[in-house]
């Protein structure tokens, strides 16, 4: 069973603050997708990585695919109110096929 | 509709009920997937579809769910003798193809109540 573990589970900061947010796994796979998601609502995706050690920029926004394909971190840059959500890492293995794993996510909070 | 159409939003019902939660899919999308996501819990995989047929049901928990699709568009979960440990948002997703790993596009789920 592939594993995610997002960190941390939850965060609080000020506007204007940065953050940076983890997904781990001992797994390797073949691409990697972040996901934001809001109250009542379902994921929507924000990026997908394939290439161990590529970044991806998405404005405020920089996610990074490790050069193992085990990890990946999501960096925030002065965040904003709009950012408050969950942040979902979602893997695909390389036997799983389209199957995504999905790690527990990092409630985020961007208070004004 | 524009996106991934769930019915019903909300369903309470007592212990040992049959229930049935709807999705209709992205038109044109030919894979279907559905999750469960429990109170501050990622997805979890249930099933998946590509087509008219049930690809990977692997993440089925047991015999009291069954996912059908059967024209390869509209799909219905059902779960048979609920319990209280069923109570969790059931989402449905659709892709362009499953055979590659594309953008998921989620409704807005069923929230399924379990008294």
């Known amino acids: 069973t592939q594993l995610l573990e997002q960190s941390p589970q939850f965060l609080s900061i000020q506007e204007g603050e940065n953050l940076t947010v983890y997904c781990n796994s001992s797994?390797?796979?073949?691409?990697l997708q972040w996901y934001r998601q809001e109250p009542g609502e379902g994921p929507v995706l924000l990026v997908t990585?394939?290439?161990?050690?590529e970044v991806k920029k998405l404005k405020r926004l920089t996610f990074q695919f490790g050069d193992a394909r085990k990890d990946s971190s999501l960096h925030i840059t002065a965040a904003q109110p709009g950012d408050t959500g969950l942040y979902l890492c979602?893997?695909?293995?390389?036997?799983?096929?389209?199957?995504?794993?999905f790690g527990e996510g990092t409630q985020l909070t961007v208070n004004p | 509709g524009a996106g991934v159409s769930q019915t019903p939003s909300n369903k309470v019902t007592e212990k040992g009920k049959y229930v049935e939660l709807r999705c209709d899919p992205i038109?044109?999308?030919?894979?279907l997937y559905w999750y469960r996501q429990s109170l501050g819990q990622g997805p979890e995989f249930l099933i998946y579809?590509?087509?008219?047929?049930?690809?990977?049901d692997s993440g089925l928990p047991n015999d009291r769910f069954f996912a059908v699709r059967p024209e390869g568009s509209v799909s219905t979960l059902k779960i048979q003798r609920t319990e209280r440990g069923d109570s969790a948002v059931y989402l449905c997703?659709?892709?362009?193809?499953?055979?590659?790993?594309?953008?998921?596009?989620f409704g807005e789920g069923s929230r399924l109540t379990v008294l």
């Open positions: 997703a659709s892709s362009m193809d499953s055979r590659r790993t594309g953008e998921l596009f």
């Open positions: 579809f590509q087509g008219t047929g049930a690809a990977d």
């Open positions: 979602a893997g695909a293995g390389e036997t799983s096929g389209s199957r995504l794993t």
């Open positions: 797994s390797v796979f073949s691409s």
């Open positions: 038109s044109g999308h030919t894979a």
């Open positions: 990585v394939v290439t161990g050690g």
